[in-house]
């Protein structure tokens, strides 16, 4: 091993450059372990569809078919656990194929229904590795099948090329439907650790960066965390606006990226606060780079104001009990002695005491938005905002107009190639599928996001879709039942978009098709060899567990990239999602909306005063009440770190006002995390030819900056564009003591 050692490091370096290297483990290793987890029962699926076949072919097919299991079992279980993983997975993967093929060969002709067979494995390798390492797989599958079926069978392949073209091009469609999944999974994972406003890594990226270092052999170096705070940020934003304040965060974030040095990790921790960590640097250094950071920024004019910074700078060694909340509890205690002694400076924090231990760990909320009510809607395939979320996602990736004409293209010149074979019955069958399902020719071409029932509009097409391949199986002028595998791919994009009792819905739909199918093209044929039907009954059943999966992960990271994991309301990324789907929709579908902006009054004070634990705890109370003061159709939204935006939906301002009022009162009435505290809304309905977002919350922002100039603790009501001020309500208010 040793000999073979730099030839085997030097074959996976080159592999590294497909697979993506470093880059892509963390997801791959990730979905390899949720596919362990599933791999038995789509094993038992797998073996379960080969048995039929014992009563036409031999029982000696069984022997590679097992080994094909174990490899490609071996191909989800290896990787993570070497140090050669793309070498690992690419070498126990071939293994897996080729047994594969061994088997369809020690089984004998007719080959086009063992083909599925080999194909099984792709969908894994569609879920777990990038778009070009699957390009690579199905280049090598089809090669391999084609050289298979060319050697062992060529006259069958002259007879009937669709034998063997037809089940290669519906691989390619479904494997390239996963692979767009995968992509959507990877965005909703590096979401999941990137602050929507600044790019800068967020609370859960400092997790992940740690241990990359670690992993990277830096254990037991030294490490520095710096913890940034823009001085009079309250000011700022109270003064010249929300808008304003994002751009101060985002020239901050900037500035700090910039004068960072290389192999630093820069993040925003919340609200105003940032923190760099610096590796491998000893204090003398630290202390340099944390002072060229805070003259970085203050360098930095938004509007007419300069920014500055005060810091605090901790450190520590690298070790797998380094506790990030300790550092940064000591940080924080160390930037508020800067303030204290005039801002725009860092000073040198405490050193970790023994015992002493803080840690900041995220508390995902998921489940207050996640959950479903109980008792309500348990039958129901879209249950919850987050659902209807994720439905919303696969149909823009999988049923975006261009991907649906591509994709009823591709079936149309399918059926066109193959009618000297089969005949004009598949050709039409595919034609007006094309058209009914065809964006130009639909009524809507997106989700119906306003109407009753708008969530089952993709279970519908695939239905549709499905059934109109059963019917073009059967118009054939011949026996076409190695296109059995087709009826997967308009199943696909429902299994990936509804939870999981949507998945087993379609998937079951699509296997009683399959059957159907067969007993009425050539019953004798199904009962003399029921593998023909039974294989890919198996394909779309794996098919189905793979996607269970990938809705599984999707949603979850989905569920952390939008949900503020310190209150649990959704954040910045979620309420840009929103925005964009109410703007996209036709008005008449969600009536009037209505936004409201809220910030908390004096909320720096309670920080500056009591600490960063006492705000957080302070936080979450109120949005937890906030919460409660809502209407199911309502979402609430943490936009920075006191700052909260209420969209309304079919809502006007009268009503509106009241529920504004409401979450006056909720916050004022008694102590949130056991502290005192007002809050000041400001309130802005959308126009009547629809909601664009910019003008209402530039005017919402502004009416809630009129709240604090008349004394805080109360509601203003915007004016709306060509609205009279002496007949209007624009200073409709609520007071209390503030």
């Avoid at 919850?384 to 990736?397: G, Q």
């Avoid at 809502?630 to 009268?654: A, H, K, N, S």
Wanted: aromatic share 6%; charged share 20%; net charge negative.
């Amino acid at each position: 091993m040793g000999a073979l050692e730099p030839v085997l490091r030097m074959l996976n370096g080159a592999l590294e450059r497909v697979f993506g290297g470093p880059e892509v483990h963390r997801q791959a290793f990730d979905m390899m372990r949720r596919l362990e987890r599933a791999y038995p029962a789509a094993w038992t699926v797998i073996s379960l569809s080969f048995v039929p076949g014992l009563v036409y072919y031999t029982a000696w097919p069984i022997v590679p078919l097992s080994f094909s299991g174990l490899f490609y079992y071996l191909a989800l279980t290896w990787p993570a656990r070497s140090r050669l993983p793309e070498l690992t997975a690419a070498a126990t993967w071939g293994c897996g194929l080729i047994s594969s093929l061994i088997a369809a060969r020690v089984a004998g002709p007719p080959y086009a229904y063992l083909w599925v067979g080999a194909a099984i494995s792709v969908p894994f390798i569609g879920m777990i590795w990038p778009p070009r390492v699957v390009l690579v797989s199905v280049a090598t599958l089809a090669t391999a099948i084609v050289a298979g079926a060319v050697l062992w069978v060529p006259e069958r392949i002259g007879e009937e090329p669709p034998a063997l073209v037809g089940p290669l091009v519906g691989l390619v469609m479904l494997t390239v439907m996963i692979s767009m999944v995968y992509v959507v999974d990877r965005r909703n994972r590096l979401a999941v650790l990137t602050d929507v406003l600044t790019g800068l890594g967020n609370r859960a990226a400092m997790d992940t960066y740690v241990r990359e270092l670690l992993r990277d052999g830096g254990k037991g170096s030294p490490i520095a965390l710096v913890a940034f705070d823009l001085d009079h940020f309250k000011a700022l934003n109270d003064d010249l606006g929300h808008a304003t304040g994002d751009d101060a965060l985002r020239a901050t974030a900037e500035a700090l990226a910039s004068a960072a040095p290389d192999g630093a990790g820069v993040f925003r921790y919340g609200g105003e606060e940032f923190v760099v960590l610096l590796p491998e640097v000893e204090q003398r250094e630290a202390e340099r780079i944390a002072d060229r950071l805070r003259t970085a920024v203050a360098g930095v004019r938004v509007g007419d104001r300069s920014l500055t910074v005060s810091g605090g700078l901790v450190l520590d060694r690298l070790t797998e009990e380094l506790d990030l909340g300790s550092m940064f509890h000591r940080a924080d205690a160390a930037l508020y002695d800067a303030k204290a002694q005039g801002r725009n400076r860092v000073l040198v924090g405490l050193p970790q005491l023994p015992g002493q231990r803080h840690r900041h760990g995220l508390r995902l909320a998921a489940e207050t938005v996640a959950r479903p009510r109980p008792g309500r809607g348990s039958w129901r395939l879209v249950r919850t905002r987050l659902e209807r979320d994720h439905l919303r996602v696969m149909w823009n990736e999988l049923r975006n107009p261009e991907n649906t004409r591509q994709m009823n293209l591709g079936l149309v010149l399918l059926a066109a190639a193959g009618a000297f074979w089969l005949g004009p019955g598949p050709l039409i069958v595919a034609l007006i599928a094309f058209l009914v399902l065809d964006p130009a020719v639909r009524r809507r071409s997106g989700l119906p996001v306003g109407l009753r029932g708008g969530e089952l509009g993709l279970l519908w097409e695939s239905l549709f879709g499905m059934v109109m391949l059963s019917i073009a199986i059967i118009s054939a002028n011949q026996e076409a039942l190695y296109l059995l595998p087709l009826i997967a791919i308009p199943a696909f994009p429902s299994i990936v978009a509804y939870r999981s009792l949507g998945s087993i819905l379609i998937g079951v739909t699509g296997a009683l098709l399959m059957l159907v199918t067969g007993l009425i093209v050539d019953p004798g044929l199904v009962v003399e060899n029921p593998l023909v039907v039974s294989l890919p009954v198996g394909l779309i059943g794996v098919t189905t567990l793979i996607g269970m999966a990938l809705v599984s992960s999707t949603m979850e990271h989905a569920a952390a990239a939008n949900i503020d994991p310190l209150t649990g309301a959704l954040n910045r990324g979620a309420l840009e999602a929103r925005v964009a789907e109410l703007q996209r929709a036709d008005s008449g579908s969600y009536g009037p909306v209505t936004l409201i902006v809220a910030d908390l009054d004096h909320f720096k004070q309670i920080n500056d005063t009591y600490g960063h634990d006492t705000g957080d705890q302070v936080l979450v109370d109120v949005a937890r009440r906030m919460q409660e003061e809502l209407r199911l159709v309502d979402v609430l939204y943490r936009i920075g770190g006191e700052e909260f935006v209420v969209l309304l939906p079919q809502t006007g301002r009268p009503e509106a006002a009241q529920i504004a009022e409401r979450l006056r009162e909720a916050i004022s009435e008694r102590p949130c995390g056991g502290r005192a505290l007002t809050v000041s809304l400001g309130l802005s309905s959308s126009l009547e030819h629809g909601f664009e977002y910019a003008p209402a919350f530039d005017r919402a922002d502004a009416a809630l900056l009129a709240a604090k100039e008349e004394g805080r603790n109360r509601v203003v009501i915007a004016d709306e564009p060509g609205q009279d001020k002496n007949e209007a309500s624009s200073r409709e208010t609520a007071t209390g003591s503030s």
